[in-house]
C-alpha cells in the first residue's frame, strides 16, 4: 500500500535581486504555507479601545502571572528594573497596582542603572521617578565605555552590556535588601528568545517566569510574562512616560533578536492565534515527542516496550 504526499515547490531565491527591492523576512514563509495566496485570517481580538478595560485586561494577566509562579510573597521588597523602555515603565505601573490591590505586603523599589550612554536623559527618568509612588534609586556605573572598549570587531554589544548590567543589579539588589529582581520582559520578548536559542544555540530554552540567578542569591521575576507587546504599546500611549532610546541598541539594526521578532510579527499576521498558542505550548511539554535522552527514557519503549503508551497525536497527523 502506497501513500501519495503532495509535493511542495519551493520558490527559489532570486539572488541578482537588489537588496532594496528583497522580500521582507518571513514573507517567503507565508509564500511557503499558503502557496502564493495569501490565507484567511480569523478575526483577532482587538485591543481595548477604552484606555480603563485595556488596563483591567493587562491587570489581570500580570496578576495571573504573578499568582501561577508564586512571584511575590508576604514581606518581599522587590527591585523594579527602571530602564526608562516602555515595559518598566508598564511593569512598575501594575506592579503598584497589585500593591495597593493584594491581599499580602509587599515593597516596591524603582532601581535604574544609568550606565553613562552618551546623551543619555537619565534626569528626565530621576524627575519623574521622583513622583512616581513609589521609593526609588539610581545606581551610577559607566559601564558604556567598557562595552565600546571590550567589543570584538563583528560582534554587538547586547551580549557584553546586559551581562555588565545584570551583575550590577544583582549586586545592588543585595545591597538595598531587595528579596525578588522584578523585570519588564513580555510575551514576545519570551517567544524571541525560544527562537533564538532553537535556530543559534540549539536548545529548547527560552525566559522563564520566575529564575535563580547564577548568583545563587537573587530571585528573578518576569509580571509582564503573558502580555503581549501590542497591549503595552497602546497601554503606554495613554500615559505620559518620558522613554528613554537605548543608544547603543540604535546602532545596530541587524540584531537576530529584532530578526526573531519580525519573523514573529509575520506569523501573528499569518495566524492571530499563533503566539498565544506558542505560549501555552512553554507550559504543555512532552518530553516523550521530543529527543532528548536526559528528559525521556526512551530505552524502556525500544528494549521491552514497557513505556508509557504514545496515545497523543500531533496536530498534523
Not at 36 to 43: E, I, L, S
Not at 65 to 74: E, L, T, V
Not at 157 to 177: E, F, H, M, P, Q
Not at 267 to 283: E, N
Request: some cysteine; proline content about 7%.
Amino acid at each position: 500500500m502506497s501513500s501519495h504526499l503532495p509535493v511542495i515547490q519551493v520558490p527559489r531565491l532570486d539572488t541578482s535581486q537588489p537588496a532594496a527591492e528583497a522580500e521582507a523576512p518571513g514573507a517567503l514563509l507565508g509564500r511557503l504555507l499558503t502557496g502564493g495566496t495569501p490565507p484567511a485570517v480569523p478575526a483577532r481580538a482587538a485591543i481595548p479601545s477604552s484606555a480603563r478595560t485595556l488596563e483591567r485586561r493587562i491587570a489581570y494577566m500580570a496578576t495571573k502571572a504573578i499568582h501561577d509562579y508564586g512571584m511575590i510573597a508576604d514581606g518581599d521588597k522587590l527591585m523594579v528594573c527602571m530602564s526608562g523602555g516602555k515595559d518598566s515603565y508598564a511593569m512598575l505601573h501594575f506592579l503598584q497596582r497589585a500593591q495597593r490591590k493584594a491581599p499580602i505586603d509587599f515593597e516596591l523599589l524603582a532601581v535604574h542603572l544609568d550606565q553613562g550612554h552618551p546623551g543619555s536623559p537619565t534626569e528626565t527618568l530621576e524627575t519623574w521617578l521622583q513622583q512616581c509612588g513609589s521609593p526609588y534609586h539610581i545606581v551610577r556605573e559607566h559601564t558604556y565605555d567598557i562595552v565600546m572598549e571590550k567589543l570584538e570587531p563583528g560582534k554587538t554589544t547586547c551580549s557584553l552590556c546586559s551581562r555588565l548590567r545584570r551583575g550590577i543589579l544583582y549586586d545592588a539588589a543585595k545591597k538595598l535588601g531587595c528579596t525578588k529582581v522584578a523585570l519588564g520582559h513580555h510575551r514576545d520578548d519570551v517567544l524571541a528568545t525560544f527562537l533564538l536559542n532553537v535556530f543559534f544555540c540549539g536548545q529548547l530554552k527560552a525566559m522563564p517566569p520566575v529564575l535563580r540567578a547564577e548568583d545563587g542569591y537573587n530571585t528573578v521575576i518576569r509580571p509582564l510574562a503573558y502580555v503581549p507587546e501590542e497591549m503595552i504599546k497602546a497601554f503606554v500611549k495613554t500615559r505620559d512616560y518620558p522613554l528613554l532610546p537605548c543608544r547603543l541598541c540604535d546602532k545596530q539594526p541587524d540584531l537576530k533578536r529584532s530578526q526573531m521578532e519580525a519573523l514573529l510579527r509575520e506569523i501573528d499576521g499569518l495566524y492571530p492565534g499563533a503566539l498565544p498558542s506558542a505560549l501555552h505550548a512553554m507550559k504543555n511539554v512532552h518530553p516523550r515527542f521530543l529527543m532528548d535522552n536526559k528528559a525521556w527514557n526512551f530505552d524502556t519503549v525500544v528494549q521491552d516496550g514497557s513505556g508509557e503508551a504514545d496515545r497523543d497525536a500531533d496536530a498534523f497527523s
